[in-house]
């Protein structure tokens, strides 16, 4: 049975900084693209970041230059660093693979950026 487990998260001012972290057991972890997805109030689930097998990455345009993901095959886990964060941060994020699959998704973890 597959299991990403999604921990990090919590309230933060604008311009503070989080890392993320999603465990993941039941998969072959290294064999495996990522991604870190969240998904505001109201609005649809939004792919944020993207990592190979091999660690080559991607992000969505809205956060380039201030989110850093970035996995250690060891560890099963896939990371995402935060930066510079904005209100429009706030969201629920989930790990998955890329591409995703519905079975995998878990309870996330919620990221509150406010003053």
């Known amino acids: 049975q597959v299991q990403l487990v999604e921990s990090g998260g919590g309230l933060v001012q604008p311009g503070g900084s989080l890392r993320l972290s999603c465990a993941a057991s039941?998969?072959?972890?290294?064999?495996?693209?990522m991604g870190w997805y969240r998904q505001a109030p109201g609005k649809q689930r939004e792919l944020v970041a993207t990592?190979?097998?091999?660690?080559?990455?991607n992000y969505a345009d809205s956060v380039k230059g201030r989110f850093f993901i970035s996995r250690d095959n060891a560890k099963n886990t896939v990371y995402l660093q935060m930066s510079s964060l904005k209100p429009e941060d706030t969201a629920v994020y989930y790990c998955?693979?890329?591409?995703?699959?519905?079975?995998?998704w878990g309870q996330g973890t919620q990221v509150t950026v406010s003053s």
């Open positions: 998955n693979t890329n591409p995703t699959v519905r079975s995998y």
């Open positions: 990592i190979t097998s091999g660690g080559s990455t």
């Open positions: 039941g998969i072959i972890f290294r064999l495996y693209a």
